[in-house]
C-alpha cells in the first residue's frame, strides 16, 4: 500500500525524498538532469554526431534532404551547428504517414531494430493517423527515460496507480506510456478501461465512469493518470457521491493544458473527500518524444529529464534560435533513436525554452517554461482571428479556467447572423456553473477577465456541464470551438 507523501517543497526535501527511494538514489550518480550544463552538453554533442551518422545512413528522408540541402551531415559536429539544418514540417511527416523518416534496420545491429511497438499521431489532414516507431532499443531506452521522469514528479515504487486513459479505437499514446511508466518502476496499475465503443462488439467490453470512481475507493488507488478535464469530472462525481478518496495524493493529468485554477479546484474537491497534500502534475507531453515532460514543482516548466536524448529548442519559421525564455516553435532533435528519428521537426507547439538551472529542483536539463499564464504550449493551428483581432485562445482559456465557481466552459466563435458569413464574430462564452455560485456576479467577473486577456467581451450563457463536455462520448473537453463558415 501506498505510503502518505508530503509534496517537498525545497530541493532539500526533495533530496530527501529522493535518498528515501532506493530505486532512484541508487541510480543518482547517473540521472542526467543533474549533470552540469558542460556536461550534458557533452553528452548531446556525442550522440549527436552518431545520430546523423545514421541519419546519413538509414533515415530515407534526411538521407535525400541532406543532398537537397546540400549540407554534409558530418558537418554537423555540436547542437549549435543544428542552426544551420533547416526545420521538418509536419506536413513533410504526413506526406507518406512517417514511413520515410524510420530507420532502415542495421544489420550488424539487428536487435536494436526490431520494431517492439507503433504509436500514431492523431489529427491529420488525410483522416489517416502517421505512425511512430518503437524499436527495441527505444522501448529500452524508454524505461530509463521513465525512471528519471517518475523520479522528477514523484511518483514511486510503492504507488498503486488507475489508468484512467481511455482505450481507444486508435491506441491513445497516454494509455501505453501510463503502462510503461508503472512497469519501469514497479508501481502497482489498474485500469478504468473507459472508453468509446466500436461497432460489433459488446458495450460491456468497456467500463464506466462509475466503476472507476468505485474501483479508485475499493481497491485504495492512490495516484491518477489521465486526460486532465476526465480526471476532473471523475473528482467532482466522486465528490456528489461523498466518496472516500482520502488516499489519492498523486495526479498526473495529462493531454491538455491543465491551469492553476483547475488543479486547485481538483485538489479543494478531493480534500473534501479526505485527502491530504496533493500532488497535481501537467506533464508536456507529444508522441515525438514518446514521453511527457514532467514538473518538479506546480508550473515549474516541463523539464525534458533526459538531455541526453532529444534537443529542444524554441526557434522561428526559418529555424533560426530564439534566446532563452522567448516564445518560438518547438523544436525536437533526437540524438539517439532507432525507429522514427528526427532532427530539427516541428511538433506545433509555441512554447518557451530555458536552459538555466531549475531554481527549485537544481537540474539543468532543458524546460519548457510557462509564457501564457500557467500553460506551457499553445498549438499553431489554434491562433485566430476574431473580429479581425489575433488572438492567442490559449490566454482566454486560461483566464476562464482559472474562476472558482466555473465547472465546465466553452467558448464559441460564431457570426451574429448564422446565414450571412458578412457578418459580425460573436464570442460566446458557455459555461457549467458550480451549483449555489451567484450567476450574475460570476457573468460579470468572466467578462471582465476574457476582455482583460484578449480584448473581446464575450457573450455569457450558462448551461448543464454535458452540453459542454460529455465524458462518455469524447476523450476530452474541446474548449473552443470556431463555427464560422470558412474559407
Ligand atoms: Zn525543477
Known sequence: MAKPFKVPRNRQEMMDWINSIPLYRDEHDKDPSFKSREEIREMQNANLVKQMERLAKQSPFYREKFKEWGIDPASIRTVDDLEK???????????????????????????????????????????????????TYDMFMQSWVFHIGCKICYLEPDDFVMNIFPYHFIPHIGYYKTVHFASAIGMSMCWGYTGAPLPGFPRTIHRSMQKAIDDIERKKVNALSGIGSYIRRLIIAAEEQG??????????????????????????????????????????????????????????????????????????????????????LLCITHLDRRGTS??????????????????????????????????????????????????????????????????????????????????????????????????????????????????????????????IFNPGQTLKAVRVVDQRPKG
Not at 508550473?299 to 516564445?327: M, N
Not at 471582465?448 to 484578449?454: I, P
Request: charged fraction near 30%.
Open 85 to 135: 539544418v533547416p526545420p521538418t514540417s509536419k506536413a513533410d511527416y504526413m506526406k507518406d504517414r512517417g514511413e520515410s523518416f524510420r530507420l532502415e534496420i542495421d544489420p550488424s545491429r539487428i536487435m536494436e531494430y526490431i520494431i517492439y511497438e507503433i504509436t500514431y499521431t492523431t489529427g491529420t489532414t488525410t483522416g489517416l493517423p502517421s505512425r511512430f516507431y518503437n524499436t
Open 243 to 328: 466518496r472516500d478518496f482520502s488516499r489519492i495524493n498523486k495526479i498526473q493529468a495529462l493531454g491538455e493544458a491543465v491551469p492553476k485554477g483547475m488543479r486547485d479546484d481538483m485538489r479543494r474537491r478531493l480534500q473534501n473527500m479526505g485527502a491530504g497534500e496533493v500532488y497535481i502534475s501537467n506533464a508536456f507531453g507529444f508522441t515525438e518524444c514518446q514521453t511527457a515532460f514532467q514538473e518538479c514543482c506546480e508550473l515549474g516548466g516541463a523539464h525534458t529529464g533526459t538531455p541526453d536524448l532529444f534537443f529542444i529548442e524554441a526557434v522561428d519559421e526559418s529555424g533560426k534560435r530564439k534566446p532563452d525564455g522567448e516564445p518560438g
Open 342 to 467: 528526427l532532427l530539427r521537426y516541428l511538433v506545433g507547439d509555441i512554447v518557451a525554452v530555458t536552459n538555466e538551472q531549475c531554481p527549485f529542483c537544481g537540474r539543468n536539463d532543458t524546460r519548457i517554461v510557462t509564457t501564457v499564464g500557467s500553460t506551457y504550449g499553445t498549438r499553431t493551428s489554434e491562433l485566430m482571428k476574431v473580429k479581425g483581432t489575433l488572438i492567442n485562445p490559449e490566454i482566454m482559456r486560461d483566464a476562464v479556467a482559472n474562476t472558482p465557481g466555473v465547472v465546465e466552459y466553452q467558448f464559441v466563435i460564431t457570426k451574429e447572423r448564422p446565414d450571412d458569413p458578412y457578418s459580425m464574430d460573436v464570442l460566446i462564452l458557455k459555461v457549467g456553473a458550480d451549483e449555489g455560485v451567484d450567476r450574475a456576479a460570476l457573468e460579470g467577473e468572466l467578462k471582465e477577465k476574457v476582455k482583460r486577456a484578449v480584448e473581446l467581451t464575450p457573450k455569457v450563457e450558462f448551461v448543464p456541464f454535458s452540453e
